[in-house]
Structures are given as structure tokens and as C-alpha cells.
């Protein structure tokens, strides 16, 4: 088995009280694009600046490349980091910004060039070598930082929300330019994000954090099918979360009473008891002007509260019984709804998932 490049063991930051890291331990493997997700104040950061070696942990231990590391000097860390603000200096050219870090240790001069030209070559700036960061777009600048940060070839890359000062067509470029980079330059790059769309699209596993905590460490598409909790069901992605009470069992599935649905029988593993919540992906509810054949779907009727247009889909709000609202996702070539119409919605019970925390 590949040794991590990285293992974080009981990891904890506390500041006056505050408790910001909580216990934490995982591995990540040597060239994995790994992310730590969550909302602000999650912990995420203050996780990435320990690795960085710019905070000291209160407690546990940091292994970077089987060294631990979790009190040695940022300098001595075979990591590099590009922070969000790029802190590129105003008053250097490109090829200046990208070598200054191996000036600064003494690096002799043909191999500072013969370095920065290939960095510069990896993040597609060559050309640009003699501008200043004045005369730069913003995707521009912050492919300076990373050609900075890798041309020192680093094992690890930490990135601290690199694409929030971008545009969104711009950030939507920079994140298929960020995944090719990294297959391309074979090292582990761990990005801080509180963007799901982000983290969900160049991640290979993502950690979603909540109170300096890891709720879910898994591969996207496992956290989006196949969320633990409420927290993270509703953090990844958009979904319906229905509030219902356990009552019992029955052929092996719970039974349950659900606000605006009555009583279900659903499959779940595992135990679940008392106040649960149900969720459903917008995109598998399935809207109709009928009632639908019953076939074990379950269905109920609503009337369309809104309807949020994004070219090739619309997200549809529906007013069910007991104050009951729901959001499906329509196709626009295949269906559509206006406000204030009344619709069946219905999904096939296999499509609900059971969440007891």
C-alpha cells in the first residue's frame, strides 16, 4: 500500500477557547487532488495554514512525506502555498515574481532561468515573462502564483481559495486549468474552498468540515448520492430535505410519518429512531400535469410557487399539503412549468434518503 504523502493524526487548533480544528485525522496519497470544504468558520483554513507550517497545532501531529512536521518552520516543509490575495510584487516583472523565491535561497542563476522558463511554460505564461503584474488579467496573476509556488517543486501544493477573486467564467477556465495542471506536474494539491461547484468538479476526495470537524471524507460522487447527515446533504448540492418521525418497522425498512407525505415505508441499513430527516435530489423528482399511475411512486400535488430559469434547466418551487415545499429540477427540452399552475410531483421511494443525524 502507497504510503501517505500526508497524515494528520488528532489534529487540533484551539485560539483563547475557541476550539477552530477539533481532533481530526486523515491520509491523503501521494498525487491526489484533495479538498476541504465547508462554510466560513469551519476550520478549513486554519487546517491548511498548519499544514503551511503558519500556525502550530495545540495538539497531534502533521506527517508530511513520513516527516512530522508539525513543528517545523514553513521553510523546511516540502510544501508551497498560493495564498488568495496571489501576493504577487507590483513592482516586478513575471519571470522576477516566479524565480524570486529561488533567488532568495541562493539558487544559482542559469538554473533559476532554466526553472522559471519551465514554470512559466506549465501555467502557459512564457510569453508573458517580461510584463509586470499591472499589466495582467486576474486569471493571469494567479497562474503567476502557482508558476511561483511550483517552480520551488514542492511534493505538496496548498491553495487557500484560489479562484474567489475571478470572475465566474473566468473561475469556471481556472478550475479545468488547475485539474490539468496538477495531472500534468504529478504532485498532491489540497485547495480551501467554501464552493461546492468547485470542490465537487477538480477534487478527486473532498472533506466537508462543519465546527472544526469532518463530517464526510469521500470521493463527489459519494457525497452527493450518499450524504451521512443532514449538514452535508444540504451543503453538497441542492436538495429537499422533509422532516418525519420514525413509528416502527416493516419488511425490513423503516416506516415513517413524514410532514405532507403521511406514512412511507422506505429501505434504510442500520438503525434509525425518533425526529429523522428525508432527502431527495431535485433532479429525481419527476413533474406532472396528471396524476401519476401509482407503481409504488410516491406522488403529491402542489402548486408552483416559482420557477428559476438557467438556460438548459429550470429549478421549480412547488407548495405542497402541510406547508410541505419542494424544488425540482426540469429539463427545459423535456418539460416546463409556470407560476401558480398545479402539478403532480412524484419519485420512486429508492430515491429517498434516510438521515438520522
Given at each position: 500500500?502507497?504510503?501517505?504523502?500526508?497524515s494528520?493524526?488528532?489534529?487540533?487548533?484551539?485560539?483563547?477557547?475557541?476550539v477552530?480544528?477539533?481532533?481530526?485525522?486523515?491520509?491523503i496519497?501521494?498525487?491526489?487532488?484533495?479538498?476541504?470544504?465547508?462554510?466560513?468558520?469551519?476550520?478549513?483554513?486554519?487546517?491548511?495554514?498548519m499544514l503551511?507550517g503558519?500556525?502550530?497545532?495545540?495538539?497531534?501531529e502533521?506527517?508530511?512525506?513520513g516527516?512530522?512536521?508539525?513543528?517545523?518552520p514553513?521553510?523546511?516543509r516540502p510544501?508551497?502555498?498560493?495564498?488568495?490575495?496571489?501576493?504577487?510584487f507590483?513592482?516586478?516583472?513575471?519571470?522576477?515574481n516566479?524565480?524570486?523565491?529561488?533567488?532568495?535561497?541562493?539558487?544559482?542563476?542559469?538554473?533559476?532561468?532554466?526553472?522559471?522558463?519551465?514554470?512559466?511554460?506549465?501555467?502557459?505564461?512564457?510569453?508573458?515573462?517580461?510584463?509586470r503584474?499591472?499589466?495582467?488579467?486576474g486569471?493571469?496573476?494567479q497562474?503567476?502564483?502557482?508558476?511561483?509556488?511550483?517552480?520551488?517543486?514542492p511534493k505538496?501544493?496548498?491553495?487557500?481559495?484560489?479562484l474567489?477573486?475571478?470572475?465566474a467564467?473566468?473561475?469556471?477556465?481556472?478550475?479545468?486549468?488547475?485539474t490539468?495542471?496538477?495531472?500534468?506536474?504529478?504532485?498532491?494539491?489540497?485547495?480551501v474552498?467554501h464552493?461546492?461547484?468547485?470542490?465537487?468538479?477538480?477534487?478527486?476526495?473532498?472533506?466537508?468540515?462543519?465546527?472544526?470537524?469532518?463530517?464526510?471524507?469521500a470521493?463527489?460522487?459519494?457525497?452527493?448520492?450518499?450524504?451521512?447527515?443532514?449538514?452535508?446533504?444540504?451543503?453538497?448540492?441542492?436538495v429537499?430535505?422533509i422532516?418525519?418521525d420514525?413509528v416502527g418497522?416493516?419488511?425490513?425498512?423503516l416506516?415513517?410519518?413524514?410532514?405532507?407525505?403521511?406514512?412511507?415505508?422506505?429501505?434504510?441499513?442500520?438503525?434509525?429512531?425518533g425526529?429523522?430527516?428525508?432527502?431527495?435530489?431535485p433532479?429525481?423528482?419527476?413533474?406532472?400535469?396528471?396524476?401519476?399511475?401509482?407503481?409504488?411512486?410516491?406522488?403529491?400535488h402542489g402548486?408552483?410557487?416559482?420557477v428559476?430559469?438557467?438556460?438548459?434547466?429550470?429549478?421549480?418551487s412547488?407548495?405542497?399539503?402541510?406547508?410541505?415545499?419542494?424544488?425540482?429540477?426540469?429539463?427545459?427540452?423535456?418539460?416546463?412549468?409556470?407560476?401558480?399552475?398545479?402539478?403532480?410531483?412524484?419519485?420512486?421511494?429508492e430515491?429517498?434518503?434516510?438521515l438520522a443525524?
Amino acid at each position: 500500500m502507497t504510503q501517505p504523502i500526508i497524515s494528520i493524526r488528532n489534529l487540533t487548533k484551539r485560539f483563547a477557547g475557541v476550539v477552530a480544528v477539533d481532533d481530526v485525522t486523515f491520509d491523503i496519497p501521494p498525487n491526489e487532488f484533495f479538498a476541504l470544504l465547508g462554510p466560513s468558520g469551519c476550520g478549513k483554513t486554519t487546517l491548511l495554514r498548519m499544514l503551511a507550517g503558519l500556525e502550530r497545532p495545540s495538539a497531534g501531529e502533521i506527517v508530511i512525506d513520513g516527516q512530522d512536521m508539525a513543528f517545523t518552520p514553513p521553510n523546511r516543509r516540502p510544501v508551497n502555498m498560493v495564498f488568495q490575495s496571489y501576493a504577487v510584487f507590483p513592482h516586478m516583472t513575471v519571470e522576477q515574481n516566479v524565480g524570486y523565491g529561488l533567488k532568495v535561497v541562493g539558487t544559482p542563476k542559469q538554473e533559476i532561468a532554466t526553472r522559471v522558463s519551465e514554470a512559466l511554460e506549465m501555467v502557459q505564461l512564457a510569453e508573458l515573462a517580461g510584463r509586470r503584474p499591472d499589466q495582467l488579467s486576474g486569471g493571469q496573476r494567479q497562474r503567476v502564483a502557482l508558476a511561483r509556488a511550483l517552480v520551488k517543486r514542492p511534493k505538496v501544493l496548498l491553495l487557500d481559495e484560489p479562484l474567489s477573486a475571478l470572475d465566474a467564467k473566468l473561475r469556471d477556465q481556472m478550475r479545468m486549468e488547475l485539474t490539468r495542471l496538477q495531472q500534468s506536474v504529478g504532485i498532491t494539491f489540497i485547495i480551501v474552498t467554501h464552493d461546492q461547484d468547485e470542490a465537487l468538479s477538480m477534487a478527486d476526495r473532498i472533506a466537508v468540515m462543519h465546527k472544526g470537524r469532518i463530517s464526510q471524507l469521500a470521493s463527489p460522487s459519494e457525497l452527493y448520492e450518499q450524504p451521512v447527515s443532514r449538514f452535508v446533504a444540504d451543503f453538497i448540492g441542492k436538495v429537499n430535505l422533509i422532516e418525519a418521525d420514525v413509528v416502527g418497522t416493516a419488511d425490513g425498512g423503516l416506516v415513517c410519518e413524514a410532514k405532507g407525505l403521511g406514512r412511507l415505508t422506505l429501505a434504510h441499513r442500520g438503525h434509525a429512531s425518533g425526529r429523522i430527516a428525508l432527502a431527495i435530489r431535485p433532479e429525481r423528482l419527476t413533474l406532472s400535469p396528471q396524476q401519476p399511475p401509482a407503481n409504488g411512486l410516491v406522488s403529491i400535488h402542489g402548486k408552483v410557487l416559482d420557477v428559476a430559469y438557467y438556460g438548459d434547466t429550470s429549478h421549480v418551487s412547488l407548495a405542497g399539503p402541510e406547508g410541505l415545499e419542494l424544488v425540482v429540477n426540469v429539463q427545459n427540452r423535456q418539460a416546463s412549468a409556470r407560476r401558480g399552475e398545479d402539478l403532480w410531483v412524484s419519485w420512486a421511494p429508492e430515491d429517498t434518503l434516510v438521515l438520522a443525524e
